[in-house]
């Protein structure tokens, strides 16, 4: 009789013990899922005006530790027990990983998993999984999206861009400029098809916009070459000294030999070709977070700064939006293609007067990311 009850113990402990992981691996499942329908509802809020706002039951299982919005996908930048970021993330008891969704704009979290309903052994042996419900805010701010729990309020809702926009396409921000040290330019393809003369008035207007002779470009693809940046000879004759660095090497402190350094769709070859195999990638290295802080230094001694980037899936805009935050800047590039899409050329349907774009009568826009905060 006491063998009988100690197998069915050990049978017991084995069918609970079995159960435990398949509710484990469902309620791993249920958190991803629910940070996925989060980031997709914050998205669609990103395209919205400043204001707009909706209620929203949001469940998590049990078993997720943390919630969270982080720049890096490892970590929260709390302040003020808020966090900000682009990424949303979660992290959970059955698992050691970290998972991360990108939204597009900048998210403002305030809201935590430490209120949970108590779980049971009973839904284990019967393979469900215990969750908790909560009540969030959803406000779209004019920094981004506002993630808020019950009885909280939004700390950036005052905010306002630090971008300067100088050229739109459909209303969306495609060349913007943050004071005298940073232009931003959303679509690489101008340069890519180097060198109309809009092309190079709108390069050297930016030339002297930030100022300072002595420019490096920074750049990946090999197909890039031929005719910027590898080619400087054409940019030389606009009157300036520049030099060329394709990402093969870590980036050091050699910037102190520039007055301007122009960075060149950072993060391609990460997508393109992640291990550097093809010809188009050969030898290139990924950022590193030593080397973004490296620019942001850079900038902080006077140092001025051009980030080109372009359309996702082409790239990422995560070496951008680092370095922008390493700045301090809300400003960021948001992943998708916002103009000029699927092969249609388009107009840019507001040219701003200014320094930048002298001259500048017609952009040509294709496959244009967007710059927002």
Known sequence: MIGGVIV???????????MSIIVANKEQEAAKQSVDEL??????????GPGRSMSKKFTLPNAANSIFVSDDQRTASFMDNISYGQYLCINTTTSNEVYCVKSNCALELAFNTTSKTIGSMLNRLLGRYDYTEYSLNILRTSCGVALLAENETSKASGCECDHNPVMKCKNNVVAAYIAPNLVLLADFTPIYDCCN?????????????LKGRNILIIWEGLSFGPKLPENTAILNALGFN?????HTKTITSSLHDY??????????????DEQGRTQECKDVIGWSRDEVKEIGDFVGRGGKLLLVSDYTPYTTQTIV?????????????????????????????EIINHKITEGITDWTVKSSAKINC
């Open 39 to 48: 980031a997709s509802i914050a998205s669609s809020f990103c395209e919205m």
């Open 197 to 209: 003369d809009t092309t190079l008035r709108f390069l050297k207007n930016t030339a002297e916009f």
């Open 259 to 272: 007055d301007q350094v122009w960075v060149f769709v950072p993060g391609f070859c990460s997508v393109f």
């Open 242 to 246: 520049f030099s060329s660095f394709r």
């Open 321 to 349: 939006n680092d370095i922008l935050t390493q700045l301090g800047y809300t400003s960021k590039l948001s992943d998708g293609c916002f103009c000029g899409c699927k092969g249609v050329e388009e107009k840019a349907t």
């Open 8 to 18: 069915g113990l050990v049978l017991f402990a084995s069918f609970f013990q079995i």
